[in-house]
């Protein structure tokens, strides 16, 4: 018999990125009576919180009115898609939380796609709205647009509405309500209007893992919803793996969250959120269940990659001197540990010394990469590639975005002839009173890689541009890419301010007087089309000439810090991004200049380097 426990609540919250997911659970924390000790307790990563967005998924709960609610704050860009599929599999409901100033935008569209095909039930919140350039009725009319395209269901016209300031910690149904002091009013409407989680009474214990972690005392922890029955320390279970094996197990801890943290429990019930040792072998999408009732669950399914990007050990004459983890075998094992707690990434080893990782978009990439970088590994990576299909005709597909772009309308001209060059199709142009222009297009995601900083530079920083993944579609056609080259060093040394002063001319350089360089090194972008070999740290020569002029002063012009975002999209597919925990260079994929020209001259790179 199906039967409910009213004791528990499963929400998630979903948004774009910066609409104030975190800020929101953090008041939802601090009000119910959880001391956080600080501001976005959610962002627990050093690069969550130096961006000011969320990366993975978390799991938190409160108590209200003697129900524990179990939250699950997700991220909001398209590239953790997977974190937000995983995260909804646990949940009942969901929090839609909107820009009050910005309104739906690409990502606000994916995640509540995403959430309206598991049937959730929704509240919408239109945060920010102390902003100046606040417009909530505007955007409440946007968000009620939004839920009718994607459901065709006119009852989503009565969902419950809220306008809240987030960093404040109030909200109200009555806009400018000057009686909101609090967020308890959307607590109230979480315990009215999101469903208890449902069981079967008659089921035993199943559990479905829809996340991993790890203690160094207890190993490795599943976390995931109890479907139906219940657990108790010491009980005999059975993992399922995706392949239907069966492996056993004892459970040797149970936890259940408590705030941002766990907490012993002795047993678990149904529609709860636990955290369950004594299992090394599982990863997500496995159930848990009794050994005397094998029963699987439906595995958690998650969007395809559409981006794939070769990782490989360094191959720098510097490698070695700034990290600990160097070899193959190194990066391999923490690929292989990415991809067990990542659902939407996939690991391949390649038949040389190389991998090829397959993701969701550069970004995804860019935080791999960089969380790598700060556990003290050195890499090379490749150039972001798209990934193409076949179709059931046998013509080529590609992968293409819903792209919305928001500037000033005197640079609407120049994103529009970028765009079109690379084949993107414009859908809807709109004018707003702050003499803004809103596009929307179709452009095939290959286009956006290496496009964004040029975009940047085309609206003088004014520009905004989002865009989520809408499908495959027949290939587009091949467009110009970077027109420019590179500036490569042809030999090893120190660079001097004379030698890069002397070649300033030749192109916007990378690199500062002091850096190391080495041949095959990109240290810089050529004014031309055709990479240029050149010599940095060449000397001025010293004669006994004593004249005015000869000995002015050197001044060079400054130098923007390279980025591991930049440089991805900087690069071309015969070049490389070094990757150590205190440097980002570019480099050639064969550093030898005589060995580079004879494969220039075939035409083609060696194969092993292409993957």
């Known amino acids: 018999m199906i039967k409910?426990?009213?004791?528990?609540?499963?929400?998630?919250?979903?948004?774009?990125?910066?609409?104030?997911?975190?800020?929101?659970?953090?008041?939802?924390?601090?009000?119910?009576?959880?001391?956080?000790?600080?501001?976005?307790v959610m962002d627990s990563g050093d690069i969550e919180r130096e961006r000011g967005i969320t990366i993975s998924a978390k799991n938190c709960a409160i108590r209200w009115k003697g129900v524990k609610i179990n939250i699950i704050d997700t991220p909001g860009?398209?590239?953790?898609?997977?974190?937000?599929?995983?995260?909804?599999?646990?949940?009942?409901?969901?929090?839609?939380?909107?820009?009050?100033?910005?309104?739906?935008?690409?990502?606000?569209?994916?995640?509540?796609?995403?959430?309206?095909?598991?049937?959730?039930?929704?509240?919408?919140?239109?945060?920010?709205?102390?902003?100046?350039?606040?417009?909530?009725?505007?955007?409440?009319?946007?968000?009620?647009?939004?839920?009718?395209?994607?459901?065709?269901?006119?009852?989503?016209?009565?969902?419950?509405?809220?306008?809240?300031?987030?960093?404040?910690?109030?909200?109200?149904?009555?806009?400018?309500?000057?009686?909101?002091?609090?967020i308890h009013p959307l607590l109230d409407e979480v315990l009215q209007s999101i469903p208890a989680p449902e069981y079967d009474d008659e089921e035993p214990f199943q559990m479905l893992v829809s996340d991993l972690s790890y203690s160094e005392y207890l190993g490795r922890l599943a976390i995931g919803k109890v479907v139906n029955g219940s657990a108790t320390v010491n009980d005999s279970l059975v993992c399922i793996k995706e392949d239907g094996s069966h492996i056993p197990l004892r459970v040797t801890r149970l936890q259940s969250y408590s705030g941002p943290r766990f907490a012993d429990t002795d047993k678990v019930e149904s529609g709860d959120i636990i955290v369950l040792s004594g299992i090394e072998d599982v990863s997500i999408g496995d159930t848990i269940c009794t050994r005397e009732q094998i029963k699987a669950l439906p595995r958690i399914t998650v969007d395809e990659p559409t981006v794939s990007m070769l990782f490989m050990k360094n191959i720098s004459p510097l490698a070695g001197r700034e990290g600990q983890n160097v070899t193959g075998a190194k990066i391999w094992e923490r690929l292989q540990k990415e991809a067990l707690r990542n659902v939407s990434i996939q690991v391949e080893k390649n038949q040389d010394e190389t991998f090829t990782v397959k993701g969701r978009g550069e970004f995804q990439m860019a935080i791999i990469v960089e969380e790598m970088r700060r556990e003290g590994f050195e890499l090379c990576v490749g150039r972001p590639k798209i990934i193409f299909k076949t179709n059931e005709e046998g013509k080529r597909t590609e992968p293409v975005e819903d792209l919305l772009v928001e500037c000033p309308e005197e640079y609407s001209g120049v994103v529009m002839e970028k765009l079109s060059k690379r084949k993107?199709?414009?859908?809807?142009?709109?004018?707003?009173?702050?003499?803004?222009?809103?596009?929307?297009?179709?452009?095939?995601?290959?286009?956006?890689?290496?496009?964004?900083?040029?975009?940047?530079?085309?609206?003088?920083?004014?520009?905004?541009?989002?865009?989520?993944l809408k499908g495959y579609e027949p290939y587009k056609g091949d467009f110009p890419e970077r027109g420019t080259g590179s500036l490569v060093c042809d030999r090893a040394g120190i660079a001097v301010p004379y030698g890069i002063w002397e070649l300033e001319d030749r192109g916007k350089f990378f690199?500062?007087?002091?850096?190391?360089?080495?041949?095959?090194?990109?240290?810089?972008?050529?004014?031309?089309?055709?990479?240029?070999?050149?010599?940095?740290?060449?000397?001025?020569?010293?004669?006994?000439?004593?004249?005015?002029?000869?000995?002015?002063?050197?001044?060079?012009?400054?130098?923007?810090?390279?980025?591991?975002?930049?440089?991805?999209?900087?690069?071309?597919?015969?070049?490389?991004?070094?990757?150590?925990?205190?440097?980002?260079?570019?480099?050639?994929?064969?550093?030898?200049?005589?060995?580079?020209k004879i494969f220039e001259t075939r035409g083609s790179i060696p194969e092993c380097l292409t993957h």
């Open 511 to 596: 690199i500062v007087p002091g850096d190391p360089v080495y041949e095959g090194e990109v240290v810089g972008e050529n004014n031309k089309s055709n990479d240029l070999l050149l010599n940095p740290t060449r000397t001025k020569k010293l004669t006994n000439l004593r004249a005015s002029g000869h000995d002015d002063a050197v001044t060079l012009t400054p130098v923007a810090k390279l980025t591991l975002e930049k440089a991805m999209r900087f690069i071309k597919d015969d070049e490389l991004v070094e990757v150590t925990p205190s440097s980002i260079r570019m480099c050639k994929k064969i550093l030898d200049s005589q060995k580079r």
């Open 77 to 182: 860009h398209a590239d953790f898609g997977g974190e937000v599929e995983r995260g909804l599999s646990m949940v009942d409901g969901v929090i839609l939380l909107c820009d009050a100033a910005e309104g739906p935008l690409p990502q606000t569209r994916f995640v509540l796609q995403k959430a309206l095909e598991k049937g959730l039930s929704v509240i919408v919140v239109i945060n920010k709205i102390d902003r100046q350039d606040a417009r909530p009725e505007e955007v409440l009319n946007e968000v009620y647009d939004l839920l009718l395209e994607l459901s065709n269901d006119e009852a989503m016209l009565d969902v419950p509405v809220f306008y809240a300031n987030g960093r404040a910690g109030f909200c109200s149904k009555i806009l400018n309500d000057p009686e909101a002091k609090t």
């Open 4 to 40: 409910k426990n009213e004791s528990i609540r499963n929400i998630a919250i979903i948004a774009h990125v910066d609409h104030g997911k975190t800020t929101l659970v953090d008041a939802l924390f601090k009000q119910s009576g959880i001391n956080t000790d600080g501001e976005r």
């Open 424 to 468: 993107a199709q414009m859908q809807t142009m709109n004018y707003t009173d702050g003499g803004r222009v809103k596009m929307n297009f179709i452009v095939p995601s290959r286009a956006l890689i290496g496009y964004r900083d040029e975009f940047l530079t085309d609206t003088h920083g004014f520009g905004i541009m989002n865009s989520t």
